[in-house]
């Protein structure tokens, strides 16, 4: 079936409008990407399944239920609504060939997707500030970071970046999309959407670049400076030992943080030189959504004493219910 026929309508202007777009898919692999569906569907079980879990470790657990690990909590929600605004569809592209998406469905994809990579990136921010507080100023930490400014700073972050990326699917649904429908990808990526428009694009990439920069750039460039103070502060201790297990507590995060934002910044130059879709740009986008969900509680759990031990309480508790049952 021609979707290309069925997606186009004439407007009375005589002029060929789109009604809706085609995901391709993977450019260059049409033939055999369905067979990609099955590390997606691995990738995104895991995520669900070791995001639940660590909610689960923390809420049961009352010694967890401290700053670092309720950031962590809301990290995971984050995380699993990432996986999920991109996978469900992509699964569908590859078993059932539901390659057609609606320009409301898309600019919506589009919109969800900025929401959750900039919550991330605001949680990391919060999550460095937090161990700021914890080795720079520990006597004082108790009293700055409460339970209520987790949740003004959550709330902050929700509005921030809620409010914040608006203009970025409003700007891509104003083109005029008049004769190519087919985006050579497997999700709505907004400069992926807009290379299909007649008109002039440049406000749209100017628009994301510019929220990127204030958005995240200004995330990163916090964070730096947070584990700037942290590591003077740490090289000012007199114990080796004290040094290592105050680093010790930020490798985890320090690790998370560098695969994120090297990855958001391979993807934005890619986009500043304006490369045709190509598979590598395409693959790195997909699994720069996926991947973090999957790996951020993985690292924490191997790297943190507290949740492996809290992991292996809540496993004993099932085997022992599973038992008795």
Aim: charged fraction near 10%.
């Amino acid at each position: 079936m021609n979707h290309m026929s069925v997606s186009l309508r004439v407007s009375n202007s005589s002029k060929f409008q789109v009604s809706e777009f085609i995901l391709l898919g993977f450019p260059g692999i049409h033939s055999w990407q369905h067979w990609l569906s099955l590390p997606l569907v691995l990738l995104y079980l895991s995520a669900l399944a070791a995001n639940t879990f660590i909610l689960i470790i923390i809420w049961q657990n009352p010694s967890l239920q401290q700053p670092m690990y309720l950031f962590l909590g809301i990290l995971s929600v984050v995380d699993m609504g990432l996986a999920t605004t991109i996978v469900p569809k992509m699964l569908a592209i590859f078993w059932f060939d539901a390659k057609v998406i609606s320009l409301p469905e898309c600019f919506a994809q589009i919109y969800a997707i900025h929401i959750f990579v900039g919550m991330e990136s605001g949680i990391f921010l919060c999550m460095a500030f937090d161990r700021y507080v914890a080795i720079c100023h520990p006597l004082r930490y108790p009293s700055i970071v409460t339970n209520s400014l987790i949740l003004k700073a959550t709330l902050f972050m929700v509005l921030r970046n809620g409010l914040f990326v608006i203009p970025v699917p409003v700007l891509a649904a104003q083109r005029d999309y008049c004769s190519r429908n087919e985006i050579e990808h497997c999700l709505c990526s907004n400069l992926g959407v807009t290379s299909l428009a007649c008109d002039d694009r440049r406000p749209n990439s100017i628009c994301q670049l510019v929220l990127a920069w204030l958005g995240m750039g200004s995330d990163l460039s916090l964070i730096i400076l947070s584990y700037i103070l942290i590591l003077h502060s740490v090289l000012r201790l007199n114990s080796a030992e004290a040094a290592a297990k105050a680093l010790s507590t930020c490798s985890s995060h320090l690790t998370l943080i560098l695969f994120f934002y090297t990855v958001v910044v391979v993807i934005s130059v890619t986009h500043l030189t304006e490369m045709k879709a190509t598979l590598i740009p395409v693959l790195l986008n997909v699994l720069h959504n996926i991947i973090p969900p999957s790996l951020n509680p993985i690292v924490y759990a191997l790297q943190t004493k507290e949740l492996k031990a809290g992991f292996q309480k809540v496993l004993f508790a099932f085997t022992k219910e599973i038992r008795s049952s």
